[in-house]
């Protein structure tokens, strides 16, 4: 039913949507260069060509980035909506998702920057509209950053950039580290523990956990997110953002409780070219929780750009 590289636990998730986007998800191989060698990853995506039924609004693809300690089945809401009126890919980024980890290749902002280059090079072919939520936001502006010719825009939904990074990983002794991962297994397996003996939960909020917690049952997930706590993450980027120049379209939720509201105005007073708009009915997600109205802005972006 279901690729072979994907944990078996995926049979339980019961969410249309979500099975659609499993059905889809895919495999192929970047090649990550190293000072020493090049390392061949199998990485995770889907890719959704324009649909020749429908009106588009053009010829520049949009290119999902999804969070930290997540996948690209954050954005199955967002793509069935999405895909109807524009060629969209979305990938799972090295170390993360389901996108293959070596131990022979560190995770940090250099390697996945030059995976995603890859990426962008040998399966696109051409620049990109680069959407990020949360950690994929810096990941976009990192990129835009060292290869700006590969990005035609820049869209941020809730990103990090100025704070949500671990500037202090990189000091941790590895058993603060290995207990800090276990936290992140824990939580969610508890609280999908708990839903499972509620009767009256709704089944979406058990499909939702049950998604937030598959790229876990990943070969080397602890050991991808050890590498790149390691690396202190996107510590240093904040000192960087004004010199975005590629036009930028800020998505925030208006009831962000993970990073706040504050880096929204300051990422639209930082970049020059930007815009900054507030997601209704939106925590860290909105993607997830307004997809519909993330979409309309997500097209209206792309049509401007098409100018």
């Known amino acids: 039913m279901f690729a072979h590289f994907l944990p078996s636990s995926a049979c339980e998730i019961q969410d249309r949507e979500s099975i659609a986007l499993l059905k889809r998800i895919q495999r192929r191989v970047v090649l990550v260069p190293t000072k020493q060698s090049t390392r061949a990853i199998a990485t995770a995506y889907t890719h959704y060509p324009p649909d020749s ?30 895909v109807r009126r524009h060629e969209t890919w979305a990938i799972d980024l090295l170390g993360s998702g389901f996108t293959e980890y070596t131990a022979t290749l560190a995770v940090n902002p250099q390697t996945i920057r030059q995976h995603l280059l890859g990426i962008v090079e040998a399966w696109i072919g051409r620049p990109v509209i680069l959407v990020g939520a949360s950690l994929g936001g810096a990941v976009a502006i990192d990129f835009a950053l060292h290869y700006p010719s590969w990005v035609r825009a820049l869209v941020l939904m809730d990103s990090v950039g100025f704070s949500g990074s671990f500037p202090a990983g990189q000091f941790l002794p590895n058993p603060l580290i290995e207990l800090g991962t276990n ?43 050890a590498s790149f706590t390691h690396s202190g993450g996107y510590a240093n980027l904040s000192t960087a953002i004004a010199q975005v120049t590629r036009p930028t379209l800020i998505l925030w939720g208006k009831a ?38 993330v979409t309309n802005h997500l097209l209206s972006f792309a049509k401007q750009i098409e100018r």
């Open 53 to 82: 039924s429908t009106p588009v609004f053009g010829t520049i693809p949009i290119l999902l980035l999804h969070g930290f300690d997540s996948s690209l089945l954050e954005f199955r809401r967002l793509l069935p909506l999405l």
């Open 183 to 225: 936290w992140l297994y824990f939580r969610k397996h508890a609280a999908l523990a708990v839903a499972s003996v509620l009767p009256i939960l709704d089944a979406s909020l058990m499909d939702a956990l049950r998604c937030s917690l598959l790229h876990q049952e990943m070969p080397g997930w602890r050991d991808a997110i």
């Open 256 to 293: 962000d409780d993970v990073l706040g509201t504050a880096d929204a105005i300051r990422f639209e007073q930082a970049i020059a070219e930007s815009r900054l708009v507030w997601v209704e009915g939106a925590g860290h997600v909105p993607h997830f929780d307004q997809p519909q109205v």
